[in-house]
């Protein structure tokens, strides 16, 4: 049963790895740094693999690891402050963004805002298991990305004007 885990996990990486990264990266703002997250996480999910209870949650419960492992990362760099920083639109060739406007709106976004948009919308996850991820109320989760959307709504507004 544990090896059918550990294959499981195997391959939930390998088609992940993108995505994970993606993710990782828009905590961190650097390549480098969001390699080391990615790669923190999975040690981490390997290491704590016999705690996942249901095979089918497991793309909530490692994002679980991603999103902490980099929260743990920003705040051991003293960088969380730095969101609002303009270095932080530097574009990436990584970055899957379409709408270049929709990437600096969402970049200006605060992060407990941001986090939430990136989660539910750019990696397809239900409001539900963002809440989980990011282990707030459900009814934070829906606040959070409800201001969040009006103030992205708003800024796209105001840049066609």
């Known amino acids: ?21 993606l993710l990782a990266y828009s905590y961190t703002k650097n390549e480098q740094d969001a390699l080391d997250v990615v790669q923190d996480s999975i040690q981490k999910g390997w290491l704590a693999l016999e705690k996942l209870t249901n095979r089918d949650q497991m793309k909530s419960w490692f994002y679980t690891i991603l999103v902490r492992t980099a929260i743990d990362l920003l705040r051991k760099q003293k960088r969380v402050e730095l969101i609002g920083d303009d270095s932080l639109l530097l574009l990436s060739e990584e970055d899957s963004y379409l709408n270049l406007d929709l990437q600096q709106a969402l970049h200006r976004l ?31 989760a829906k606040s959070r990305l409800y201001r969040a959307l009006k103030l992205l709504k708003i800024e796209l507004e105001t840049e066609e004007n």
Not at 110 to 138: C, G, M, N, S
């Open 1 to 21: 049963m544990i090896e059918e885990l550990e294959n499981a996990f195997i391959t939930f990486i390998r088609t992940q790895q993108n995505s994970l990264y």
């Open 110 to 140: 605060p992060l407990q805002l941001r986090e939430v948009v990136v989660l539910r919308y750019f990696e397809d996850l239900k409001i539900e298991d963002v809440a989980h991820i990011l282990t707030i109320p459900l009814s934070t």
